[in-house]
DNA sequence: GCCAACGTTGGC
DNA sequence: GCCAACGTTGGC
């Protein structure tokens, strides 16, 4: 079992889009980045913990719990002329993008912030907070996927 | 809206 | 294979 940060903008995508989503589950797709792509291609595993954290929004922080629901399969926007995610070097016979499927788990009580994960010692070593980090999928230590739930799912 | 950081592209 | 140009990310 393995755990995760993935983010979403919630003007694209939110935490609560999901949990709407009939199922409560959603391919991520889109994902045009070769490491994001290859921890989903290569490290996931079904019911892998997913942290999901609100990028480029006021506070930016993490709302909650989703797991993955799928094994990787290729990201069909890819091969789709009209989709935004369209990528004319990805060929149906030898797909370059892949992705899961995510399913909503746990809302949180209240939303562990950057500000937070910023202040607190046992998360420092966080990928989200080192310098220049841009990637929407990261790994998470156990400890720090434990520490955050409990900030998270407290009153 | 700014801009630092970083990934990708393509000419050479 | 180098690297300048360009596009994107995402906190502030």
């Known amino acids: 079992m393995r755990y995760w940060l993935m983010k979403s903008e919630p003007e694209t995508f939110s935490f609560q889009d999901l949990k ?22 290569d490290s996931m ?3 892998d913990e997913i942290l ?3 990028s480029n929004t006021k506070p930016p922080g993490i709302v909650g719990i989703a797991e993955v629901a ?7 926007t890819a091969f789709d002329e009209k989709s935004k995610y369209f990528d004319p070097k990805s060929d149906p016979e030898n797909p370059r993008w ?10 949180f009580n209240s939303m562990v ?5 910023k202040v607190i010692p046992e998360l420092s070593e966080m990928k989200i907070l080192q310098k220049g980090n841009r990637l929407s999928i990261t790994p998470v230590s156990s ?3 434990a520490l955050i739930c ?3 799912l407290k009153n």
């Open 150 to 152: 409990a900030h998270g």
């Open 20 to 41: 709407n989503r009939k199922n409560q589950r959603e391919p991520w797709d889109g994902v045009r980045n070769y490491q994001a792509r290859n921890f989903m291609r």
């Open 98 to 107: 892949f992705l899961v499927d995510v399913a909503f788990k746990k809302d």
């Open 143 to 145: 400890d720090e996927f």
């Open 70 to 76: 799928s094994h990787p399969y290729p990201d069909y």
């Open 45 to 47: 595993s079904i019911g």
């Open 52 to 54: 999901f954290y609100h």
């Open 113 to 117: 912030s950057l500000e937070q994960i």
